[in-house]
């Protein structure tokens, strides 16, 4: 599959735009903690320096290699740490344009409380998810341990768009800045509703031929999501 990349103004005006609709959204929990990137050609993103994005601006990114290498503009010390994390998904998932890790506050109780979220939000399918979201096991942030559990569902797992992190947040990857923004903030609202749904019995999975049905719908339509 061809990869999705936009030119560097693009990207960081895309970024932009989904950190202020994560904030919006309140993804992002209290302290705006978050990072975002997205893929610009086949070896360079264009990634925030970290630190709060709540008042981001284009200026406020760095860009790099796939290996790391930081070519222009400056990133917090922190950052380092989870480079690996986003690099490593565009060198697995070449389709992947965009990266977005943040602390959604009801993915993240999910990720503290090691409980994969089921798969009982239809519009989950809509991104392409048709398995239930996993919480890999704690490591230190960008610790080899971290990054090697979440490359393993992104190179072993195609029907995963997202991993949630033990006891810290979760990371979502897609076709762009807007999608996975998009993406993000529906895992969060069925994690809400599956939070909701324990009053009323439980959530119930969706049936196994969900997602091809609803695949078969967004084709007749044109729909994208």
Do not use: C, K
Not at 27 to 56: E, Y
């Amino acid at each position: 599959m061809t990869s999705n990349v936009f030119t560097e103004a693009a990207a960081r005006e895309a970024l932009v735009a989904a950190a202020r609709r994560l904030a919006e959204a309140g993804m992002l929990f209290r302290g705006a903690h978050a990072n975002l990137s997205a893929r610009i050609d086949g070896n360079r993103v264009v990634m925030t320096r970290g630190g709060s994005i709540a008042r981001i601006t284009a200026e406020d990114f760095a860009i790099l290699t796939l290996d790391g290498t930081v070519l222009s503009g400056e990133m917090q010390p922190a950052m380092q740490e989870i480079v690996q994390m986003h690099t490593g998904i565009y060198q697995a998932r070449q389709q992947v344009g965009a990266v977005i890790h943040s602390h959604a506050p009801h993915l993240t109780a999910f990720a503290v409380a090691h409980r994969d979220l089921p798969l009982t939000y239809e519009p989950m399918l809509r991104f392409g998810v048709t398995e239930p979201i996993p919480v890999v096991a704690w490591a230190p942030r960008g610790s080899e341990r971290s990054v090697s559990a979440i490359l393993d569902v992104a190179r072993n797992q195609p029907g995963l768009p997202a991993v949630m992190m033990a006891n810290h947040g979760v990371l979502v990857f897609h076709d762009s800045p807007d999608s996975t923004a998009d993406l993000l903030t529906t895992l969060d609202e069925a994690a809400e509703l599956t939070l909701a749904a324990a009053w009323l019995g439980g959530a119930q999975v969706l049936p196994e031929e969900a997602a091809q049905a609803v695949r078969a719908r967004m084709a007749v339509f044109g729909s994208q999501r």
